[in-house]
């Protein structure tokens, strides 16, 4: 067992697929950060100018539900003592495997602010990347150039960087750059 899976497992933290019950648990993750932005400007992910309704939750759940039983998105829970305390998500960059990006997925991931430093993002990302091999030759994602925790964390798992792209973000008056990175998880001929 690796360092970070035993921290994971230390911490009693689980790994597993994505239900429709996490529904009231994803909303209380993702609203939290409004209240984080408050008080820390820099949290490392886009959200809106206000907090989106339930009814656009609801939307935004169903539409990830879809997607994750359509097979066109992965989506890996971590729970702790049977609730859920983040998620990650690799999403197809094509809407169907007709398209010409079909094989690179985009990279999404969101652990509680309580939960931050458990393991739970390592198991994560550890789980959602061993799927991600079976559907993707590519996986990218996007980070704010502040967030070094979730940087480091990335080029553990191979992720390299492949450019900034400065004040992509603007709270009130203050601008964040996001880092884009990318890991190759294999080659067309790997596939053969």
Request: aromatic share 10%; proline share 3%.
């Amino acid at each position: 067992m690796t360092p970070a899976a035993r921290t994971a497992a230390e911490s009693g933290i689980t790994v597993r697929d994505l239900r429709w019950t996490d529904f009231d648990s994803f909303r209380d993750i993702y609203w939290a950060l409004y209240d984080e932005r408050e008080s820390q400007r820099d949290i490392g992910i886009t959200l809106y100018g206000t907090r989106p309704s339930f009814a656009d939750e609801v939307g935004w759940f169903t539409d990830l539900y879809r997607r994750a039983t359509a097979g066109s998105t992965i989506v890996v829970v971590a729970e702790k003592d049977g609730v859920p305390i983040g998620h990650c998500a690799i999403r197809s960059l094509g809407a169907n495997d007709d398209f010409e990006s079909a094989h690179v997925g985009e990279l999404g991931i969101l652990v509680h602010r309580d939960h931050r430093g458990s393991g739970a993002g390592r198991a994560l990302m550890r789980r959602s990347l061993e799927l991600a091999a079976r559907r993707f030759e590519v996986v990218r994602l996007s980070v704010f150039a502040t967030n070094v925790r979730a940087r480091r964390l990335y080029e553990e798992f191979g992720f390299a960087y492949v450019g900034t792209i400065p004040r992509v973000v603007r709270r009130g008056s203050d601008y964040f750059d996001e880092v884009l990175m990318v890991k190759e998880i294999s080659r067309p001929s790997d596939r053969s």
